[in-house]
């Protein structure tokens, strides 16, 4: 099965300084790559998605890179905000199979006023 | 309407009691699922229904029981829960499965005691 490693657990940065959450996935089937945000007590929000036949998606101050090769994918958020502070997790979702995403163990992202 | 609903929000049980999570869409999606969330970690997944047929079943232990309705509703009953069942459950859906984004409900907060 698929297997999603995601670096760093805790991410603490300044507000307006960039930071970058990165993940590695195992399937080479694996082609949906969702980011979801999820502050205390809510829900998972997707904020960023990007499928395996793009390299990179943006949205304002949020992007996503995508290496198929390499098999890895990354989250940058620029001019961070202490609103950006949560946990965000990656996900993986194979093409084939369950079609299930396999969520990464998600990173704590702290912004300092 | 583009929301997942889950009523309770907060629900509180002893370890005898049977009681029910429901979750509701009304996005025309045909897949629902349902996670349990612990603080700080991803979602771990636990059923998948698509086209109202149980479609994954992550090997959850009998006390917990899905029912699809229909294509909008989803329910957990619960029953002889254990204390390590206390959680966040989420309801997702999505318009089918393989690769479509998920929306998450907003959890219900389950204490059992």
């Known amino acids: 099965g698929e297997n999603v490693e995601q670096h760093p657990s805790t991410l603490s940065v300044q507000e307006g300084d960039s930071a970058v959450i990165k993940c590695t996935y195992s399937d080479s089937a694996s082609n949906y790559f969702p980011w979801y945000k999820q502050e205390l007590g809510k829900r998972p929000q997707l904020i960023i998605d990007?499928?395996?036949?793009?390299g990179e998606k943006k949205d304002q101050r949020i992007a996503v890179t995508l290496n198929k090769t390499a098999k890895h994918f990354s989250l940058h958020i620029t001019e961070t905000q202490p609103e950006d502070s949560a946990v965000y997790f990656c996900a993986a979702t194979p093409s084939g199979g369950s079609y299930i995403p396999t969520f990464g163990r998600g990173t704590s992202l702290i912004v300092h006023p | 309407d583009t929301e997942v609903t889950q009523t309770p929000k907060h629900l509180v049980m002893g370890m005898t009691n049977k009681k029910s999570l429901k979750c509701e869409q009304h996005m025309g999606h045909r897949a629902m699922y349902w996670y349990k969330q612990k603080a700080k970690k991803p979602p771990e997944l636990m059923f998948v229904?698509?086209?109202?047929?149980?479609?994954i079943n992550e090997s959850v232990p009998s006390r917990f029981s899905p029912e699809c309705p229909n294509s909008s509703l989803l329910n957990l009953h619960l029953h002889a829960l254990q204390p390590e069942d206390s959680a966040l459950y989420l309801c997702a859906s999505s318009q089918g499965v393989g690769g479509d984004e998920q929306y998450f409900g907003p959890g219900t907060r389950l204490t059992v005691t």
């Open positions: 990007i499928r395996s036949n793009v």
């Open positions: 229904y698509s086209y109202e047929k149980l479609s």
